[in-house]
């Protein structure tokens, strides 16, 4: 399998190095060559697989075996998911025969990045002692030196999965005092000598700037080999469509009549790597409905399924920040923060597909340019004006395969409540309970025969204070009994290793990758 950009041109890469490289040099996203269909008798013989069986069969139609052996692959997934405290990796709960939460909260630091972060690391690191092998003895080895800001999510789930990997440090910035206690905790206290946490006094901006220049830095990004993990990387879309498989096979086993159902994933959505990672799947032929895209108030993505303008600015009447707080560039802060986006990244890669369909361009060969043109543009015109309006045939295409819904603030902390007073009673961190609320705004529409699979993407103890607001008033809810995990006592109090810098200040930054990057 092969990977091209979404942008056009004619760079075919290998899985490995698009795995490495992350953004295309002409700013576009790798896609694979063409989408994979099941094996004939998927069905049968995936039916009682394992979450490490599962990952193995449907990564392996995206890699050629000359680049990883089947066996290989199981050996990096099964180290990728001995982290997760739950034999079935992303259990699915069951509230009611017609709604489901799959759960991908049981990695390492209680989020869903912990899926594709624990296997990206692995792959990062087996890639660069390949390379290594292959080298002559004095060459100089291949490196790698992970730099990402972070206002609290994602950093601890990209240390969690690279910590201790050869050849490999990272260094993620977070502003001083700016992210959550438990989050700066979860962070700070992983101790390997190739972790680095730097506190920046200044902004989650400021550190985003600073990553921003050093990547921009040509002589000291070659120096140092500098990499990212952010969401746009090939391997974390990929890791993410094993859940859907196995949600599907664990919910047909568990409703009545599954002959004639027919699912709903719905799924909590901001960068849009997890509910593209459905996307392949119902590609791939796994069956279900329509996917449902649910986001908070910052909501480009819905307010695109309903006008087909993709458009930073929040112009819509409804949409005026009712609880969130307007931030500087139009982010709201709202009590989903990881969901809080003004642009979807991944979701140039959608837009590639809906433009090689909306193309009738003949040989192929064209069609595909043509659609890597009209991305081009597209994308330019994001950037430059700040919006752009798709044909709507290509709307018209979007909506064959998805829903997209919004909610406010209130509404979520009313369906927290909701769940947690329902039977059975479920504790929903705040960005499930986007998905729950949306799931059952549609619920009311749906035919009997729609089972809902609502994605959960945090432990509610990550966000306690969401949590502990919406159910403040339930007399019988008691947060420390409740719902924080062992994991979380004693955090605050553990040994901790960060490392200061007293201004937002590239340089200073530079100093700090320059003192530690060799060790
Ligand atoms: C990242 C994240 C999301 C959004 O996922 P995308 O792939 O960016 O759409 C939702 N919930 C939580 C808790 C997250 O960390």
Request: net charge neutral; with cysteine; hydrophobic share 40%.
């Given at each position: ?6 942008r ?11 795995v ?14 063409y ?7 998927w069905?049968?013989d995936w ?13 392996s ?5 000359d680049?990883l052996s089947?066996?290989?692959l ?13 034999p ?44 290594n092998?292959?080298?002559?003895p ?42 959550s ?9 992983v ?8 506190a ?15 990547f ?10 500098l990499?990212?993990?952010?969401s ?21 086993a ?24 459905g ?9 279900m409905?329509?996917l449902?895209v ?11 399924w ?11 009447p409804?949409?005026a920040?009712?609880?969130g707080?307007q ?13 809080d ?17 909306a ?5 192929d ?7 890597g ?28 395969n ?14 927290i ?14 960005h499930?309970?986007?998905?729950l ?16 699979v ?15 607001k ?40 530079k ?6 990057a060799?060790?």
């Amino acid at each position: 399998m092969k990977y091209f950009s979404t942008r056009g041109g004619d760079d075919l890469l290998s899985f490995e190095e698009a795995v490495l490289t992350g953004l295309a040099p002409n700013g576009g996203l790798y896609i694979p060559k063409y989408i994979p269909s099941l094996p004939q008798n998927w069905q049968e013989d995936w039916k009682s697989y394992s979450f490490v069986d599962l990952s193995v069969a449907v990564l392996s139609l995206y890699i050629s075996p000359d680049e990883l052996s089947k066996d290989e692959l199981r050996a990096l997934v099964n180290k990728s998911y001995s982290t997760f405290r739950h034999p079935d990796v992303t259990p699915v709960t069951k509230l009611s025969d017609n709604e489901f939460v799959l759960e991908l909260f049981h990695g390492p630091t209680f989020a869903f990045k912990d899926v594709a972060l624990q296997l990206l690391g692995n792959f990062f690191e087996f890639f660069l002692a390949r390379k290594n092998a292959r080298k002559s003895p004095g060459e100089q080895p291949a490196r790698l030196t992970v730099v990402g800001a972070t206002s609290g999510d994602t950093g601890s789930a990209a240390i969690y999965g690279l910590r201790g990997k050869k050849n490999l440090s990272i260094f993620i910035l977070h502003p001083k005092g700016r992210v959550s206690p438990v989050q700066e905790a979860q962070m700070t206290t992983v101790t390997d000598a190739n972790v680095h946490n730097v506190a920046v006094r200044g902004t989650f901006d400021a550190c985003q700037d600073i990553v921003k220049a050093l990547f921009a830095d040509r002589p000291f990004n070659e120096k140092h080999h500098l990499g990212a993990v952010n969401s746009i990387n090939w391997a974390r879309i990929l890791a993410q469509t094993v859940y859907y498989f196995l949600a599907y096979f664990h919910v047909r086993a568990q409703i009545p009549r599954h002959e004639t159902s027919e699912i709903q994933f719905v799924v909590p959505t901001g960068n849009f790597g997890d509910v593209l990672a459905g996307y392949y799947a119902k590609r791939m032929g796994l069956p279900m409905g329509k996917l449902v895209v649910a986001t908070n108030t910052n909501d480009i993505l819905a307010r695109f399924w309903r006008s087909g303008r993709y458009e930073k600015v929040n112009s819509s009447p409804d949409a005026a920040p009712a609880n969130g707080t307007q931030a500087d560039g139009g982010v709201q802060a709202t009590l989903s923060p990881a969901m809080d986006i003004l642009v979807s990244s991944n979701f140039e890669r959608l837009l590639w597909y809906l433009a090689y369909e909306a193309s009738s361009a003949t040989p192929d060969a064209t069609r595909r340019s043509s659609a890597g043109a009209t991305i081009d543009a597209w994308m330019k015109s994001v950037k430059r004006d700040g919006r752009v309006e798709v044909p709507a045939d290509v709307l018209e295409l979007a909506r064959r395969n998805f829903l997209a819904e919004r909610v406010s603030d209130d509404q979520t902390l009313e369906t927290i409540k909701q769940y947690f007073i329902g039977n059975p009673s479920y504790i929903a961190d705040p960005h499930t309970a986007v998905g729950l609320s949306v799931a059952r705004i549609l619920a009311t529409k749906n035919t009997p025969s729609v089972v809902q699979v609502i994605l959960s993407t945090a432990h509610p103890a990550k966000f306690s204070e969401a949590v502990t607001k919406a159910l403040a008033t339930s007399q019988s809810f008691d947060f420390e009994r409740d719902v924080l995990p062992q994991e979380f006592r004693g955090l605050l109090e553990k040994e901790r290793r960060v490392i200061d810098v007293d201004e937002p200040s590239e340089e200073l930054v530079k100093k700090v990758i320059e003192s530690k990057a060799s060790l």
